[in-house]
Structures are given as C-alpha cells and as structure tokens.
C-alpha cells in the first residue's frame, strides 16, 4: 500500500467588521500611494493576524470601498469649498469694513482740518467708497450661496441670467433639402 500525501488547504481566517472597518480606514489613507506595502499600517487583529494583499483586494471589491472613498473624497471636497467660501467671505468683510474706516477717517480729517489740506482725506473718501461699494454685502452672498444646494445655486444662476431653470437652449428644427443646391459645394475652403 502506499503512502497518499494529505495536502493542507489554508483555512480562511475570520476577521471582525471592526477590524475591516479599521482596514477600511488604512487603505483609505493610502490609496493614493504608487508604492503601498501591507507594513505601512495594517494593525494586526484581535488575533494577531494581518491580512494578505488578495484579501484586502476583496475587500475593497466586495464591500464597495471604492465607491465609499470616492463619497468620502466628495465630502471632504464639499467642506473644503465651504470652509474656503466661509475664509473669503471673512476676508471681504474685513476689506469692507477697512473701507468704511478709510471714509470714516477721511470724513473727520476733513472736519477737523477743513477743505484747505484735505487732498488724501478725499482720497481716502473716494477709495473706501469705492471699496464699500464692492464690498458690502458680499460676504454675507457668499455665506448664502456656500449655504445653497447645487439646484438652489442652479435656479439662482438661471434666475440672474433671466431664464427659465427649465430651458436648455435646445430649438427644434426640421431640415429643408433644396434641390438646386449642388451636391458638393463650390469653395472646398469651406
């Protein structure tokens, strides 16, 4: 009789929907690497395993990780704009209110030294007035418009160019063949 050779099949190690959570998370943040590596940050589990590359790829197949992180990429695109909408309104309104200072100032310049010495506080006038007029307000329209839904900001957009939000600039039109036209044109520049 001879001897049959028992082959070992791995067994498949079970792993926690915590830990592929925290797997999740680390692939995330390394997505982007040309040159990622399972050492670069994959905690072992509870057990003291560290999945292989092929089982993080099924993951990240079989439970929509791609998709998830395109999501999360989205969100985080949408509160950086909001954030950066949020900083230059700040800024406008700073600028504003530089502005309404310069008129301020210039406005009391006049009144203390009169019109004789008066050419940089009309400068300062006319230049915060200037700003004011830029600037007022406009803080505040961008907070709103950062506040918008993209079909709020769509109606908005159409309503300012006065047209119907539901008008797509398409115009129907039916062909007419001529028949004295020639079949070719003429000028082959054309």
């Not at 926690?16 to 925290?22: I, M, R």
Request: charge should be negative; glycine fraction near 8%; include cysteine.
């Amino acid at each position: 009789m001879g001897v049959t050779e028992q082959i070992e099949t791995p067994v498949g190690i079970k792993y926690s929907d915590t830990y592929v959570e925290s797997c999740f998370f680390v692939w995330y943040a390394n997505r982007g690497k040309t040159k990622f590596h399972m050492a670069d940050g994959f905690p072992p589990s509870e057990e003291g395993n560290t999945p292989t590359l092929v089982t993080v790829i099924k993951w990240r197949d079989n439970l929509g990780w791609i998709e998830r992180a395109d999501a999360m990429d989205g969100e985080l695109s949408r509160t950086m704009e909001k954030d950066a909408i949020k900083m230059k309104a700040e800024a406008i309104k700073k600028l504003a209110k530089v502005a309404e200072t310069l008129v301020d100032e210039g406005i009391e310049s006049i009144k203390h030294d009169g019109f004789d010495n008066s050419s940089a506080a009309v400068r300062a006038i006319l230049g915060g007035a200037e700003l004011m007029a830029r600037f007022v307000g406009m803080g505040e329209l961008m907070l709103s418009i950062g506040k918008m839904s993209d079909s709020q900001v769509e109606k908005e957009f159409y309503h300012l160019l006065g047209k119907n939000e539901n008008e797509d600039g398409i115009v129907d039109a039916e062909i007419q063949v001529d028949d004295d036209a020639p079949d070719k044109p003429e000028d082959d520049n054309i």
